[in-house]
């Protein structure tokens, strides 16, 4: 069918049977650009993706984004991981390191994780509505379901935004004894992945960037770590 749309100088459709054609048959995608008659698709901009797309396409995984913008305290944070225990350590060690109870709940932080089934999104989550967040014997923050903080001092009563602020600016959470953040279960909001997972080592594009399984994204300074080594460097850091 592909064929015909191309003899028929119908580029768009004929990319949109090859894309449905490769989801069925995967293998067909490295074959495709070796067949004459798809030659004048070379210039097509979505049949030059289709030909780039990089393994672990149609693989199922959930896409974390942590992102703080603009201001000061820019930082985006990317990782993809059909291991929702690999997403919850990557989690958490972002929230108690340095500067992270102040993006938070001072600067107005995007915590999102997507799920995609077969290469397609099909679902998200806004995780602060999940989170309870304690700074011992200073305050306490809960979200609501719409993501806005609800945070306590001591007293009981509404913290101030200054108060907030100048508390949280240079806090450490991993100098607590005890535990600061607690992270409920957006995975049963979510629902278990279905379809073949993606595994190690795979790697994906989202929104323009390649990411590998696993593996953790500091898009501002360009820098990814395997987990261990984000945890380890980020408990030296604090």
Same mark, same amino acid.
């Given at each position: 069918?592909?064929?015909?749309? @191309?003899? /028929?100088?119908?580029?768009?459709? /004929?990319?949109?049977?090859?894309?449905?054609?490769?989801?069925?048959?995967?293998?067909?995608?490295?074959? *495709?650009?070796?067949?004459?008659?798809? /030659?004048?698709?070379?210039?097509?901009?979505?049949?030059?993706?289709?030909?780039?797309?990089?393994?672990?396409?149609?693989?199922?995984?959930?896409?974390?984004?942590?992102?703080?913008?603009?201001?000061?305290?820019?930082?985006? %944070?990317?990782?993809?991981?059909?291991?929702?225990?690999?997403?919850?350590?990557? *989690? *958490?060690?972002?929230?108690?390191? !340095?500067?992270?109870?102040?993006?938070?709940? !001072?600067?107005?932080?995007?915590?999102?994780?997507?799920?995609? &089934?077969?290469?397609?999104?099909?679902?998200? @989550?806004?995780?602060?509505?999940?989170?309870?967040?304690?700074?011992?014997?200073?305050?306490?923050?809960? %979200? &609501?379901?719409?993501?806005?903080?609800?945070?306590?001092?001591?007293?009981?009563?509404?913290?101030?935004?200054?108060?907030?602020?100048?508390?949280?600016?240079?806090?450490? /959470?991993?100098?607590?004894?005890?535990? &600061?953040?607690?992270?409920?279960?957006?995975?049963?909001?979510?629902?278990?992945?279905?379809?073949?997972?993606?595994? *190690?080592?795979?790697?994906?594009?989202?929104?323009?960037? %390649?990411?590998?399984?696993?593996? @953790?994204?500091?898009?501002?300074?360009?820098?990814?770590?395997?987990?261990?080594? %984000?945890?380890?460097?980020?408990?030296?850091?604090?």
């Amino acid at each position: 069918m592909a064929e015909l749309y @191309v003899a /028929a100088k119908n580029a768009e459709e /004929a990319v949109r049977w090859l894309q449905k054609a490769v989801k069925i048959a995967p293998e067909l995608k490295s074959k *495709l650009d070796t067949y004459p008659c798809y /030659a004048p698709l070379r210039s097509n901009t979505d049949y030059q993706a289709l030909l780039a797309q990089k393994e672990g396409h149609g693989k199922s995984f959930y896409y974390l984004k942590m992102l703080a913008e603009p201001g000061g305290m820019r930082e985006d %944070f990317r990782m993809i991981s059909s291991d929702t225990e690999k997403l919850r350590q990557m *989690l *958490l060690t972002r929230i108690k390191a !340095s500067l992270g109870f102040y993006a938070l709940l !001072s600067y107005g932080q995007t915590i999102r994780i997507t799920c995609y &089934t077969a290469g397609e999104q099909t679902d998200f @989550v806004d995780i602060h509505p999940f989170l309870n967040i304690t700074v011992p014997g200073k305050l306490t923050a809960s %979200f &609501t379901e719409g993501g806005t903080p609800v945070i306590k001092g001591e007293d009981g009563n509404t913290a101030t935004d200054g108060y907030v602020s100048d508390l949280l600016f240079e806090y450490r /959470a991993y100098d607590e004894e005890t535990e &600061t953040v607690q992270l409920g279960d957006w995975e049963g909001q979510l629902g278990a992945l279905t379809g073949e997972p993606l595994v *190690l080592q795979e790697e994906v594009e989202i929104d323009g960037v %390649f990411l590998t399984a696993d593996r @953790v994204y500091e898009l501002e300074s360009g820098e990814d770590y395997s987990l261990e080594e %984000f945890i380890a460097m980020t408990k030296e850091e604090n």
